[in-house]
């Protein structure tokens, strides 16, 4: 976490940040953008290429369909007007891992424009802008180090070049760090949905560069900006924009001007570096791509689209308010992943009470889950097995302890919950014969508390109710236990 100088809270009260996001986001598609390589990730270095991208001469690209319905429904999903008509151009650029020595990418007529995405903000909410949603491929990677000779030369892995990306470009309506997280919180969560990509962070499915400048408040006009690039986690993004933010108002305060540069975060230090200067910075020449026609995304297209884009995170919690009377706290707790809200869904809709469910699912499922360090998929208990066990309990055929008990058994063995309650068949005592008998012995062996609850008090009730619960070694029927002690107890 970033501490911030006391000194210096007074003075950065009297600024606002201005934040930008850029997030880059792999496809899932097959094969890559503009040729038939596949796109695995940790294949053996440079087996993945051909000489389209590898930009030999005279090879031309040809654009991958899927690639494209991938970045509409991304598009389409972050509230964006999809353009009838966008142009790929050349982004012209020298480095180690572009072999073709230009990136093709979209300019000034970009695939999507003009979305938003509400984020959570103070008590409400905030709508931040999307500038424009583009197409474009990936670079290949420099290797830097894991080999014999890292000391002297760079390795190059040229896999990655040519795999589809899409470019998401905020508007800068991001005012403070805990935006910025929230901002690629609910961004990711969005591309999870609609299925376009892993958005794994370790793998680099997803990158952030931020913009961030402050201002003094009220000032309309934007400070100057620093680009932070390559933060690989939200939490150090937000850890990196607290920063550079107090960096800029000390810099201000102390009587000196914020250059426009590129820096980079340090995560151990947690502090960000100059990395270069935005004034010697590329001037990339952008054209228009020769070697591929404008694309078209024709209105079939994008119906076919449309129809299989899913419902969205925050939509779909409005809902399961309504059609399951959970709280909005359960929702966003059930909606953290689409299998999860699909998991809890399917339980829901097949009990008798869905917010029992609800609970189970968050309370006795989740809380195994995440000890076991496991995700929904991997759940032993299923969602028939999650629903059936919910209207055991509903109808008091067996106790919340015994819920509590087969969960475990299911956890253990590695089966699901019908099987192992199939086999275990914990017998709730339900026979008022068995139970009175039993309760006459508890109270015959505790006169004392009896007399006291005769006395008026009640409290008692409870202690009884342990002690029948005990000689039953739990699985006496609760309801039938309290009936028929308070009957006994008053005669
Ligand atoms: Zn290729």
């Given at each position: ?23 880059h ?27 389209v ?123 403070s ?14 591309i ?24 003094p ?48 975060y ?54 399961m ?32 009470n ?16 995440k000890a ?48 192992v ?20 012995d ?50």
């Amino acid at each position: 976490m970033v501490t911030i100088p006391e000194a210096s809270v007074a003075a950065r009260a009297k600024y606002e940040p201005v934040i930008g996001l850029e997030v880059h986001v792999q496809l899932l598609t097959v094969t890559k953008i503009f040729c038939s390589c596949s796109t695995k990730f940790g294949a053996p270095p440079n087996t993945n290429v051909c000489p389209v991208c590898l930009g030999l001469p005279g090879a031309l690209p040809v654009l991958n369909r899927k690639a494209v319905e991938f970045a509409a429904l991304a598009a389409m999903a972050l509230n964006c007007r999809i353009n009838r008509t966008s142009i790929f151009a050349r982004k012209n650029y020298f480095y180690p891992d572009l072999p073709k020595g230009y990136q093709i990418s979209q300019y000034d007529k970009p695939l999507a424009e003009f979305g938003w995405i509400i984020i959570p903000s103070g008590d409400g909410e905030k709508k931040i802008g999307i500038t424009r949603l583009h197409l474009e491929e990936d670079a290949g990677k420099s290797l830097h180090e894991g080999f014999a000779d890292s000391a002297e030369a760079t390795a190059i892995d040229l896999n990655r070049t040519g795999v589809p990306l899409i470019e998401i470009v905020s508007e800068p309506d991001i005012a403070s760090p805990d935006e910025a997280y929230e901002y690629l919180t609910r961004l990711k969560e969005i591309i999870l949905y609609t299925g376009v990509s892993d958005c794994n962070m370790e793998e680099g499915s997803l990158r952030c560069d931020a913009n961030v400048s402050v201002r003094p408040r009220g000032q309309k006009e934007f400070g100057t900006k620093a680009e932070i690039k390559n933060v690989n986690s939200f939490r150090f993004i937000r850890d990196a924009l607290e920063y550079e933010v107090n960096r800029q108002v000390g810099v201000l305060e102390s009587g000196g001007r914020v250059t426009q540069e590129t820096r980079l975060y340090d995560a151990s230090e947690a502090k960000t570096y100059s990395m270069r200067s935005k004034e010697e910075a590329h001037d990339y020449r952008y054209f228009p791509e020769p070697d591929l026609l404008p694309l078209v995304v024709d209105e079939k297209s994008l119906a076919e689209i449309r129809a299989i884009l899913p419902e969205l995170p925050e939509s779909r919690r409005k809902r399961m308010v309504a059609d399951y009377g959970i709280t909005m706290y359960d929702a966003q707790v059930l909606t953290a992943s689409k299998n999860l809200a699909d998991g809890f869904e399917s339980a829901a809709r097949q009990a008798k009470n869905p917010k029992r469910v609800a609970n189970l699912v968050q309370s006795e499922l989740m809380g195994r889950l995440k000890a076991k360090g496991l995700d929904i998929s991997q759940s032993p208990i299923s969602m028939k097995g999650v629903a059936l066990s919910a209207d055991l309990v509903e109808s008091g055929a067996i106790s919340g302890k015994m819920l509590k008990d087969l969960y475990d058994l299911s956890f253990e063995r590695n089966q699901d919950f019908p099987e192992v309650y199939e086999k275990e068949k914990p017998q709730q005592i339900s026979d008022s014969g068995a139970i009175e008998k039993i309760i006459e012995d508890v109270i015959a062996a505790n006169l004392k508390q009896a007399e006291q609850y005769r006395a008026g008090k009640k409290t008692v009730m409870g202690f009884f109710v342990g002690q029948v619960m005990k000689a039953t070694k739990g699985q006496a029927n609760p309801q039938m236990v309290n009936a028929l002690l308070s009957k006994k107890l008053e005669s």
